[in-house]
Antibody, heavy 121, light 106 residues
């Protein structure tokens, strides 16, 4: 059974950065895409970007280009999402999610529990 | 970027009745369409992928149809646990979501 376990909640100041981790267990980490999806309070789901660990190259939604960095460490089966230049609108729950197949980024069959990032002065 | 539009925003249905949710893509996504269910405080759960294939463990009352730009999720006989928010997602290229449909008890 695949499990994705994310790091804990964060409170950050505007202009700072946050790095959230997602540790996978119970499956083959390297061959499946890991994506990051965020959800602002009361809002919908927003795909930020993803990475296939075995290839190491991330792809990002245009909205987040230049502000987000997604990486993966195959040795620890852990993916990371770093978001910089934080503003209040970045307050959201951030999820990692695994792709269903080896050939496409989506859809997502396994999800982490979510990490609340609060941006406040 | 492919834009996904869901309708209605809110759907009120009585338990035991059928619910029909719609999702439209701004351009063809073939059958690369998924549906998710999300309950408050929980991560989304994959229901349907490939427009019509139920994910593992999903009850048969959930069914999906459509291809190209028009898709439908049907819940044949609503149970109390089905009242939630539903999202469609295209993954023909980068996997963007629709804005969601809230299914509420009538």
């Amino acid at each position: 059974q695949v499990q994705l376990v994310q790091s804990g909640a964060e409170v950050k100041k505007p202009g700072s950065s946050v790095k959230v981790s997602c540790k996978a267990s119970g499956g083959t980490f390297s061959s499946y895409a890991i994506s990051w999806v965020r959800q602002a309070p009361g809002q919908g789901l927003e795909w930020m970007g993803g990475i296939i660990p075995i290839f190491g190259t991330a792809n990002y939604a245009q909205k987040f280009q230049g502000r987000v960095t997604i990486t993966a460490d195959e040795s620890t089966s852990t993916a990371y999402m770093e978001l910089s230049s934080l503003r209040s609108e970045d307050t959201a729950v951030y999820y990692c999610a695994r792709g269903l197949s080896r050939t496409t980024v989506g859809p997502f069959d396994y999800w982490g529990q979510g990490t609340l990032v609060t941006v406040s002065s | 970027e492919i834009v996904m539009t869901q309708s209605p925003a809110t759907l009120s249905v009585s338990p035991g009745e059928r619910a029909t949710l719609s999702c439209r893509a701004s351009q063809s996504v073939s059958s690369n369409l998924a549906w998710y269910q999300q309950k408050p405080g929980q991560a989304p759960r994959l229901l349907i992928y490939g427009a019509s294939t139920r994910a593992t463990g999903i009850p048969a009352r959930f069914s999906g149809s459509g291809s190209g730009t028009e898709f439908t999720l049907t819940i044949s006989s609503l149970q109390s646990e089905d009242f939630a928010v539903y999202y469609c997602q295209q993954y023909n290229n980068w996997p963007f979501f629709g804005q969601g449909t809230k299914l509420e008890i009538k």
